[in-house]
T-cell receptor, first 111, second 115 residues
Framework: GEDVEQSLFLSVREGDSSVINCTYT??????LYWYKQEPGAGLQLLTY?????DMKQDQRLTVLLNKKDKHLSLRIADTQTGDSAIYFC???????????FGRGTSLIVHP | ETGVTQTPRHLVMGMTNKKSLKCEQH?????MYWYKQSAKKPLELMFV???????ENNSVPSRFSPECPNSSHLFLHLHTLQPEDSALYLC??????????????FGPGTRLTVL
């Protein structure tokens, strides 16, 4: 099955770019996801990328996928204090219908 | 109501109590999930229902009992819990267990404390 790893914390200054990294183990993964969890809330899907793509951009968010290294990243441009949250990476193994989640990266944005 | 709702938002119970968590989705989805979120641990999948049929029980202790009376409602019945069961319980739904990205939509969770 899939195993997803990500660092636990990231601290950035407001206005800078944030890059959150994730590695996964299953080379047959079909979809990879980024979810955001704000305090006191459930997870919210931010974006996902299909495995035949290597980049996806959506406004301030850029997802990069390196299939060779099984590495996924989420770049947030012009990070704001409202971006402070926990970001979860998840992967969907080939043949599975339910994604496997990482432990989440706490993003702290300071003035 | 829109999206996925969960009640109650907070619950404190003793180890001998019986309580139930409720989840309702207003998205017309056919798959529903229970997850447990504990501090410093990965999100743990507990149960999955697809078109009201349970398709996954991830070795969850029998003191947790799910119920899915229809595709819009999901319950988690709790009985004789342990303090280590204290966690945030998240409900999610998706269109169905089928090919494609299977985007999951989460509720806000129930914060459970077992004394």
């Amino acid at each position: 099955g899939e195993d997803v790893e990500q660092s636990l914390f990231l601290s950035v200054r407001e206005g800078d770019s944030s890059v959150i990294n994730c590695t996964y183990t299953d080379s047959s993964s079909t979809y990879l996801y980024w979810y955001k969890q704000e305090p006191g809330a459930g997870l919210q899907l931010l974006t996902y990328i299909f495995s035949n793509m290597d980049m996806k951009q959506d406004q301030r968010l850029t997802v990069l996928l390196n299939k060779k290294d099984k590495h996924l990243s989420l770049r947030i441009a012009d990070t704001q204090t409202g971006d402070s949250a926990i970001y979860f990476c998840a992967g969907l193994s080939g043949g599975s219908y339910i994604p496997t989640f990482g432990r989440g990266t706490s993003l702290i944005v300071h003035p | 109501e829109t999206g996925v709702t969960q009640t109650p938002r907070h619950l404190v119970m003793g180890m001998t109590n019986k309580k139930s968590l409720k989840c309702e989705q207003h998205l017309g989805h056919n798959a529903m999930y229970w997850y447990k979120q504990s501090a410093k641990k990965p999100l743990e999948l507990m149960f999955v229902y697809n078109f009201k049929e349970q398709t996954e029980n991830n070795s969850v202790p029998s003191r947790f009992s799910p119920e899915c009376p229809n595709s819009s409602h999901l319950f988690l019945h709790l009985h004789t819990l342990q303090p280590e069961d204290s966690a945030l319980y998240l409900c999610a739904s998706s269109q169905a267990l089928a090919g494609g990205p299977n985007e999951q939509f989460f509720g806000p969770g129930t914060r459970l404390t077992v004394l």
